[in-house]
């Protein structure tokens, strides 16, 4: 069985790319799921109704972040079974797993300079043991890469695999160990040539003020696609592929086995 996880996809930009790859992928690999962090799909903030239903036909279970209660359209899609938000908030709408027979999805964000209350180690490190029989997969939003290996430490051989997002920036430590695939950060979908997927000159002027410019999403920038596909027996990782695009060409850059 096979799944595709693509990162934060910032703006029309990372969008467009999604709409490029994703049937390409799917069809070149027979995924069965397509799971994919939403938290900047409109424009670099949250997500819209109308960009959730755009995207449906290329995504099949969603994950979110900091940035999944920027607007508050996000509400009813919380009521859907397949958008997800992360556990670590308090009293929200909302769920932070989706599960069917075989594979369960968990949305969990790390603790250091993010808005969260509980504490995801010890709150995942209970409720793994509850999916035993299944392929746990889990979308790690996290600043700090300290806790992002943390994460894997505790739960590797538990669970199928943990790949981080929320920088934007990809890491190459692709590994899988005891079954469990992990990767600090799979990178952003959008803008390869701004500031994490912004704009950088209109980002400037807040930056040598020390005040706050609003962060814009330059359309025209030079795109790039990363993602991580997976396979698995049942309960581990056999192997991963990180797979990175621009506008014009698709690679598999790097390529793991358990
Ligand atoms: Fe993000
Ligand atoms: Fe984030």
């Not at 995504?59 to 508050?72: A, R």
Request: glycine share 10%.
């Amino acid at each position: 069985m096979r799944l595709l996880f693509i990162g934060d996809i910032v703006g029309k930009p990372g969008r467009k790319m999604v709409e490029k790859w994703v049937p390409l992928l799917r069809k070149k690999y027979q995924l069965e799921y397509v799971i994919a962090n939403y938290e900047n799909s409109a424009h670099g903030f949250g997500i819209t109704l109308k960009i959730y239903h755009q995207l449906s036909p290329f995504i099949d279970i969603w994950t979110g972040g900091n940035h999944t209660f920027d607007k508050k359209e996000v509400l009813p899609l919380l009521e859907e079974e397949k958008l997800l938000r992360p556990l670590n908030y308090y009293d929200v709408p909302g769920k932070w797993y989706w599960e069917d027979e075989k594979l369960v999805v968990i949305n969990a964000m790390g603790q250091y300079g993010l808005p969260c209350g509980k504490n995801p180690f010890r709150k995942l490190n209970r409720e793994v043991e509850k999916w035993k029989e299944k392929f746990i997969f889990i979308d790690f939003h996290g600043e700090a890469t300290s806790e992002k290996q943390m994460l894997f430490h505790l739960l590797k051989g538990r669970v199928g695999a943990i790949i981080g997002t929320h920088t934007h920036i990809g890491t190459d430590d692709l590994q899988i160990e005891e079954g469990t695939c992990y990767l600090t950060d799979v990178g952003l979908t959008g803008c390869n040539d701004g500031m994490i997927g912004f704009d950088w000159k209109k980002a400037l002027p807040g930056y040598l003020t020390g005040t706050r410019s609003k962060l814009e999403i330059d359309d025209k920038c030079k795109s790039i696609f990363q993602g991580v596909i997976l396979e698995w027996n049942g309960t581990q990782t056999c192997w991963a592929i990180k797979v990175k695009g621009d506008s014009h060409t698709l690679h598999e850059t790097q390529l793991v086995r358990g």
